[in-house]
């Protein structure tokens, strides 16, 4: 573990009185932890006077380990809200790639479905001008074969 910086120490120091000032404020106003005094009663043999300031130090020691608790609750709930964000950029991501794949792909069919109609036009004109229904047939084949390479909209 690093050594702390002076800076660090002189935090931490003014920090640990500002507890102590609470648990003086808590045990002022006759507010205490019923585990905790009883805790502290049992390990200073009854004593009512060591009871007290062991309570102090423990109940010192609980807000510390609260302060402790609380800031892993609030780092691990910020981690998680991060990989989610991060999971719903990635999935709106992939949706967009997905989404104009799609455009190309109905793209490139349309280019098809075109070619196709534009040949069935050719025949047709060709058969209604040589009077061969061979050539209307195949026009119409054509045709169908277009309409299945055109991308319907679902």
Known sequence: MARK???EESIERLAEEKIYEKVYEEVASGVKREGLWFKAL?????????????YVKLRVRSLIDELIVTEEIQQNTHEIEQTQYKETARYNKKMQRAASGQSI?????TGIALLFFLFAVILLVSAFSEKMSVLGYLAVFFGGVGLLFWPWKK
């Not at 049992?42 to 062991?54: I, R």
């Not at 792909?105 to 069919?109: E, K, P, Q, S, Y």
């Open 5 to 7: 910086t002076p800076v």
């Open 42 to 54: 049992s390990e200073s043999d009854g004593e009512e006077t060591k009871a007290k300031a062991l």
């Open 105 to 109: 792909r109905d793209g490139i069919l």
